[in-house]
Every structure is written in structure tokens, then in C-alpha cells.
């Protein structure tokens, strides 16, 4: 690989050990996959985890001096104050995190503990090359921004946070990011929960870029943000198009660069069905708690889900995932309060994925999000998925109907 001579120096040794371990792995990366050098990032979201294998990396980082040259963003784990507060974390799980946080903020990323960065806090402009990971956010930025990124994993955008570089190959290049796959949308795409199952139809749509056509002409950045989620969730996608709507996909002729696809799929409301069937519990039954926000809810969602409910109160629990940002809004407009008084908690900073919500073992939460419902079943939470009206109306009576 052809490098710079600030690259040299970072692999030599003269930014320090850390840097240097960096710059090694990202060239072994970048040879694995032919890259000829290494080209400068403007951004970076680390997936951090507060998980043994990656805290070590973390920690090791710190140990050998690394310091992030771009700031990156990170995902959530979970609130140390707010489940402190609630007192639902055991002393090990809090120490992981605290540990966690100690090894980032050393590190030298901004603490944002939020997977939707690409919403509003860590935003790249069309063309910017980044290293995103996390599966909802590296798709956003390639396919609704026009951004460049790989499908980088927590520890490779950490190293390109660190080095400030990314080995050039895949979607940085032009013709790596044209469409694949024709994607005929037939089913009807009522609102944003039908983009979660619409992304849940990975097994489907198999392996390649596809390219949607016949989905509306306005779509929410919720809505896209839940498609690249859920496409990350039963598949693995760091790029789509949505025919006459994403910026690299103007026509069809466009996103496919000239050329046929290779593959033509049509997904109807009976495809919907199926995927419903087959990652749902059945409806028409109790359910203990309701939990949104996987990706992370925006502020638009907190509102809506307050006026859904109105003057009623929640018969069960409900919890919100969002960043520190939109919770802070919350407060100031008075939202977080209001949801709080009929029994809705804005959680900031956290994750259905972790062991902070050990107390909801057993029990069984409506979502509208498969994602959501996808991780938390290795901790025996178990979960029915619906449009987010009807999980609204779930824990306003209990139960699904
Ligand atoms: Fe975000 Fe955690 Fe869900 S990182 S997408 S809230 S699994």
C-alpha cells in the first residue's frame, strides 16, 4: 500500500504506540481488501460496547496512549445515573459501564451514547468520506446522505477515529455503490413501522444493494432510519437506494450505473406477514411493559406517542430510548414531564441490549421495532410487535389487541 509520509510516521511509531497499533491494523485491513492507500476521514460513530472483548481494546488503546485525532461519536450502553437512580443495575454491570466511560472520554470521543447520531448530532455531507459502524447509521449516511463509508465495525472506526484515516476500497468508490437488486415495493407502506419490516425482509431481498421503487414520495428520516436498522438486522447492507428520492439514485437507470440488475424481487403485504409471523409473539394478550427507541426515538416520536395518549394513563410501563439531546428537549418543552405524570419514562443513553434491564426477565413488552424485540430474547424478554399506535394503545390497556 502506497502511504503518506504522516501515515509512515503513524505505523513508525512517532505518534505513539497506540496510534501506531491503530495504523497497523487498518493496513492489514486495507491489504485485505486490495486497498492501494489510505485516505483522510471527517467523521467518525464508533459502536462502542461495554462488553469485555471491546472494553479491552478500549482499555488497551488508553494503556498505549491513543488519542482520537477525529472526535467520534459512540453508541449507547446505558445511563449510569438514571439506572442508579431507579437502582436496577447490579455493582459489576455499573462498573463495566463506569469503566467504559473512563476508556472513551481517555480516548478522546465525544460521549453522545446515541446509535441515530446521523439524525442530528453527527451529521456527514454528501460525498464526505467517514467511518461509520453501528447498522442503522452506515447505511443513513451511504444511502440517504450520499456520504462514503464502509461498514466499518466498533473497533475499525475506533482505529480510523484514532489515525484519522480509512484504507480506500468498497463504497468509497463509485462503482461499488451502485444498485444490485431491483426491489419492487408492493405492500402498502402505511407509515414508519412498515419500513422496520419492510428492512426485516433481508432473507428475501438477499445479498447485493437493492434499489426500492413504489414506496411513497415523502419518507421520514424515522422511517429511513428504521430501514437500515432492520436491514442490518436480518441481513447485512451498508447501502441502498430508493429510486427518485436518495441523492445517488435520481432514476433507475442512475442507481444501477447503466446496467441490468441482477436480481428483481417483489415484496408484498403477504411477505409482511410472514416476517411478522415469524419474529412476532402472537397478539391478543397481556403484555407487562412497552419499549420504543431501537434506533433511538427522535423528538417528533416522543410528541406523537404523548399525544397518542392524551389524558389517559399507561396501565404499564413504557420506556423511550433517546439520546441525551433529545431528552434535554424533551425537558425544556415540558414533554419529559408530561410523559413521566401518565407513566412514560424518556430513558437517555441507553439500549434494550444490555443487562440494565435484567428486571424485565420473563416478562413479555410490545415494540414496534424487531430489532428491539431481536437482542433482548437472550435475556428471556420477550417481545410482540406491532405498529407504534397499537403498542401505544397496548400499554394504555395492558394488553395487545
Ligand atoms: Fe441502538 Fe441498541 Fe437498538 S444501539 S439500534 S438501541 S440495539
Redo the contacts with the bound molecule.
Sequence with gaps: MKLTQDQRDLLEGRYGEGAQLAMKIQVAIGESFGAERMVPITRAHV?LSNQDADLWLAEKMVGLGAKCRVTPTV??GFCLSYFKRIQKVSDEDYRMMERTEKAYRALGAQLSYN?TPYIDTNVPTFGEVCAFS???ATPFVNAVWGARSNREGANSALFAAITGYVPEYGLLFDENRRGTILVNVEAEMKNDYCYHILGMCGKKIGHGIPVFTGLPENISKEALRNLG?ELNTSGAYDMYHIAGFTPEAPDLETAFGGKEPERVVTITDQDFEEVLEEISLKGNREIDFAMF????FTLEECRHILSRIGDRKLKKDMWI?TSSHVEQMAQRMGIYDALEAVGAHIVPDS???QPCWHFLKGKVGVTESP??AY?PQRRDIHFVIRDLDTCIEAAVSGEVR
Design positions: 459502536a453508541n449507547p446509535c453501528e447498522s442503522s436498522a427507541g431501537c434506533p433511538h430510548l439500549c434494550p441490549d430489532k428491539c437482542y
